[in-house]
Every structure is written in C-alpha cells, then in structure tokens.
C-alpha cells in the first residue's frame, strides 16, 4: 500500500519535534514500576528506614531526611533494586520516554529530592535534583532520553532517592511511580536548504533543497512503503517529484 506525503513549497516548513527519543518500539501504555500496597513492598527499599502509610486510599512509601551535621551521612537516601522483578517490575525502560514520580513533602519549607538511575547496584548512575514544594502531592519527571547518555536504559538495577546534606529535616511521601512512553514526534517534519521566503518566494533561484526527516519506526510502518511527494506551484505552473524511500536511507530524504 502506498503512503504519500505532500509539502507545498508556498508555505513556511519547518515543524520541529518535540518528542522526545525512545528506542523503537515505543511503549504504547503507561507502566506502574512498583506498588506500595502491602508492607512486603516497601520492605523492599533500604537504607533509611521507610513505613507505609495511605494517600487517598491507596498504599504510599515515606522515609523521612534527617538535618544534615558536621560528620554525618552527607546524601541519607532509600534504595530499590530490580532483584529480578520483586522490586520494580521492568528493568528495560528503553522503550519509554519519562519516569514520573508522585511525591508529598511534609513541612512548611521546599525539600531537595533527587533521583538517581543506575545501571549496576552500588555504582553512580544519572542523577537530578528537585526542589519539591510542601503541601500536596508533586511531580517530578525525568527524561530518559537525557538519562541515556549515562547509564544503559536497557538494564536498569536500581532507583535511588536521596537529599543532598539536607538543610533541615523533612519527610518525603511516594505515591506513585511510573514510566510513561511520551509522544511520538510527527512522521515527518520539514526544512528548506534555501528559505528565501522574504524574498517572496525565491526569485531568481533555479535550485531549491528540501529535507524531509521520516519516523516511520514511530508508526510502525516499513521505509519502503513510504512515497514523500514535492511540489512547487508558482506561475500556474506545478512542478512535482515523487520519492521512495529507501529502505537504508535512515530517515532522511534530500531533494
């Protein structure tokens, strides 16, 4: 079956993606990591010490950062290993754009939260901190495409949080975590070589380049059947050219 995409020349081109990189295929539904409902899984943290307690019905992990002192633990924090899938129930993330955490700070003053991703127990990983607000549940969000520079996403071991020698003690409240697949970015987005639009449209100019950047893993749809159109309409003259994408061309299409 034949797919065509047009591109008018007359018309601004450039639609830049937003989306953020995954490894193909992208995840189609969310993934609850792990659970707080019964005590067995939040035994399962350690570190500091860690209780269950209900959010809104629902089971929820707290642990509580101490002031930081001259001689103490510098980053107090709470540690979840893969262990086989008993403690989180993936360990290839890949295939998901985000990891969203549902958090409470209790107090009146912002908490400092950080998230730590690795790829082996026991050795630093990629790690952010957040300044949490108090009063209600929060998000965080971290972005595993960033996260994929440092550690392999393919074999994620543990889930660390951790405060940096915490300024004044506080409790934290985990309500959920979660990854997300994020959103595909369009099948294909546009740019001009040669955008001499404010020109009027590129008077005196006999040659034109356009790229064409293709996600067609995206869409689940085989580079051989995509067939990208150009078109150039000026003068009551259309001038068009048809292409196949090649199925080695990686992407990428150049006119």
Request: charged share 20%; aromatic share 8%; with cysteine.
């Amino acid at each position: 079956m034949r797919r065509y995409l047009c591109l008018w020349l007359t018309l601004p081109l450039t639609a830049p993606a937003t989306a953020q990189a995954v490894k193909p295929p992208r995840a189609k539904t969310p993934l609850t990591l792990c659970t707080f409902e019964t005590d067995e899984a939040v035994e399962r943290w350690t570190g500091l010490p860690v209780e269950r307690v209900e959010i809104d019905g629902h089971g929820a992990l707290r642990f509580a950062f101490p002031q930081w002192q001259e001689g103490a633990n510098e980053w107090p924090a709470v540690y979840l290993a893969y262990d086989e899938g008993r403690g989180f129930v993936a360990t290839d993330w890949s295939h998901y754009a985000e990891l969203v955490l549902e958090v409470q700070i209790d107090g009146e003053q912002v908490g400092d939260l950080a998230v730590e991703l690795r790829d082996a127990v026991a050795r630093n990983g990629h790690a952010l901190h957040y300044n949490v607000e108090p009063g209600g549940r929060r998000q965080i969000t971290v972005s595993l495409e960033d996260a994929a520079g440092e550690i392999e996403l393919e074999h994620v071991q543990q889930i660390v949080l951790y405060a940096t020698q915490p300024a004044h003690s506080y409790s934290v409240t985990v309500a959920s975590m979660t990854l997300l697949p994020g959103e595909r970015p369009p099948l294909a987005t546009f740019a001009l070589g040669y955008p001499n639009y404010r020109g009027l449209i590129l008077p005196r100019v006999d040659r034109v380049e356009v790229s064409a950047v293709l996600q067609p893993e995206e869409y689940e749809v085989p580079p051989g059947d995509l067939h990208l159109e150009v078109a150039a309409v000026g003068g009551g003259k259309r001038v068009a050219e048809t292409r196949r994408l090649p199925e080695t061309s990686g992407g990428l299409a150049v006119w």
